[in-house]
């Protein structure tokens, strides 16, 4: 299919890979709607991918909130209709001990990053399977099948966007619409500076070995034109898997040491 004009949804498209991925996604002729909280920061890409002759519209939302999705899924559909393919990026992260991590911001990432992704696929998806293609793409993590301390929650939902978009691929299997998860190791982009700025949070170890989020762009650009239920970013995280499989005693021992390097000191008893 020659996806030239047609419309694709990014939620959290302010930043990091929402934002490199509405632009990448834009210069190749697609309509991008981007959702995110940051409303000035929408507008300032949106300005930026007009400037290079795409189309982009803006939409304000908290995600974490049932209505404010509600009303982006009514105003996409009265405005411009199903889009053509959903992109689950928006989430954020937090690093440190779970017995320390505040009750709001748990819950707060459950929702964005398992109840939003949800909601947003249930609302869009009976529209979406009457086209003639349709992709939903959500940006999981290598820690959804290597948990690991100091991301417990985190790792808990990248865990469900497997599980979530293996089961619905199978679901569609025999429809136009194709589901993916494409399972990135660490990413150049404001999640490390957000989880450090959270309150009881840290710095992320992972940091030092991310990758440019041109790379998840393109990554994903990749899944619309040849789509499979799974892409790692970068692709030798194929193999990650199977380091919880063989190793998963060796990290055992040596996972809680690191985090207490990280983290400078010890749960408190």
């Not at 400037?51 to 803006?58: C, I, L």
């Not at 939903?136 to 790792?155: K, T």
């Amino acid at each position: 299919m020659d996806w030239k004009n047609a419309t694709v949804l990014i939620t959290g498209a302010s930043s990091g890979i929402g934002a490199i991925t509405a632009k990448s996604l834009a210069f190749r002729g697609l309509n991008v709607i981007l959702v995110a909280r940051r409303e000035e920061r929408l507008v300032e890409i949106q300005e930026a991918i007009t400037r290079a002759g795409g189309k982009a519209e803006v939409i304000q939302a908290d995600l974490s909130i049932e209505s404010e999705r509600e009303c982006v899924y009514n105003q996409i559909v009265e405005e411009c209709g199903c889009p053509d393919i959903l992109i689950n990026n928006a989430g954020f992260g937090w690093y440190g001990y779970f017995s320390e991590m505040p009750w709001d911001i748990c819950k707060k990432m459950i929702d964005v990053d398992i109840i939003a992704t949800a909601h947003l696929t249930r609302l869009f998806l009976p529209e979406m399977i009457k086209k003639e293609q349709a992709r939903i793409i959500s940006i999981g993590s290598i820690a959804g099948g290597l948990p690991e301390q100091g991301v417990v929650v985190y790792a808990a939902c990248k865990s469900f966007l497997d599980s979530f978009s293996t089961a619905l691929y199978r679901e569609l299997k025999g429809t136009s619409t194709t589901v993916s998860v494409i399972r990135c190791g660490p990413v150049k982009t404001e999640f490390f500076d957000r989880a450090r700025a959270l309150p009881s949070g840290h710095s992320v170890p992972a940091e030092r070995m991310a990758i440019p989020p041109e790379q998840v762009a393109e990554g994903i650009w990749k899944l619309i034109m040849h789509p499979k239920r799974t892409r790692y970013e970068p692709f030798y995280y194929i193999f990650s898997p199977l380091l919880e499989i063989f190793f998963g005693q060796i990290i055992d021992r040596v996972g809680p040491v690191l985090l207490r390097r990280n983290v400078k000191k010890y749960p408190k008893k």
